[in-house]
């Protein structure tokens, strides 16, 4: 066998053994790393599903303060991780003022 048929037997014998994260590490991995990359400061988290190859993390961030606080400036966030909690990708699909979120 060839060094280099050895180290990709290596690399698929690793991608087998991934640990992945839980529900609750991943809430909370989502939540702390959007957090990290946006400076905003954390709300809620407001979803989280499984997929594919990972976790879809639904984030809720302030991203203004106001007074009265009920009028603070929301954004909601879509984070996606792999199966070991690691970012790999979020974006923004809400803005919105504190009082005038969803009912329902």
Do not use: C, F
Request: charged letters at 35%; proline letters at 4%.
């Amino acid at each position: 066998m060839t060094d280099d048929a050895r180290a990709h037997e290596r690399e698929l014998a690793d991608e087998e053994y991934l640990q992945p994260v839980s529900a609750a590490e991943a809430a909370r991995a989502g939540l702390r790393q959007l957090v990290e990359l946006t400076g905003r400061e954390p709300a809620v988290t407001t979803s989280l599903e499984p997929i594919e190859d990972g976790w879809l993390v639904g984030v809720e961030v302030v991203e203004a303060r106001r007074i009265p606080n009920s009028t603070d400036l929301l954004g909601l966030y879509e984070v996606e991780l792999d199966i070991e909690g690691n970012l790999l990708s979020y974006r923004r699909v809400r803005r919105y003022q504190r009082g005038k979120g969803e009912v329902g």
